[in-house]
Nanobody
Framework: QVQLVESGGGLVQAGGSLRLSCAASERAVDRYNMAWFRQVPGKEREFVAGITRSNFTYYADPVEGRFTIARDSAKSAVYLQMNSAKPEDTALYHC???????????????WGQGTLVSVSS
């Protein structure tokens, strides 16, 4: 059973930066496509960024050019570098792993519990 544990969330001012980390068991970062999603209360969980096993990266339009997803196979970890943060980036951020290259929840089989990011204006 793959386990994903996120960390790095916190409070940041608008315009600031934050780096989220996702530690993955069972060498999941090499076996699966990985992604970050985010969710705010009362809304659907939405795709943020994805990285394939061949290191192709893809992003949601609201974060394109501001966020960067990366993978470190040696550390079995995936990261989300958040730059130029905006108040609308405030959410619970989840790491996900799955066999599909997807922008929807259905494409991922394993999920972490999330790490909370708050961006103040």
């Amino acid at each position: 059973q793959v386990q994903l544990v996120e960390s790095g969330g916190g409070l940041v001012q608008a315009g600031g930066s934050l780096r989220l980390s996702c530690a993955a068991s069972e060498r999941a970062v090499d076996r699966y496509n990985m992604a970050w999603f985010r969710q705010v209360p009362g809304k659907e969980r939405e795709f943020v960024a994805g990285i394939t096993r061949s290191n192709f990266t893809y992003y949601a339009d609201p974060v394109e050019g501001r966020f960067t997803i990366a993978r470190d196979s040696a550390k079995s970890a995936v990261y989300l570098q958040m730059n130029s943060a905006k108040p609308e980036d405030t959410a619970l951020y989840h790491c996900a792993a799955g066999g599909l290259v997807a922008r929807t929840r259905a494409g991922y089989d394993y999920w972490g519990q999330g790490t909370l990011v708050s961006v103040s204006s």
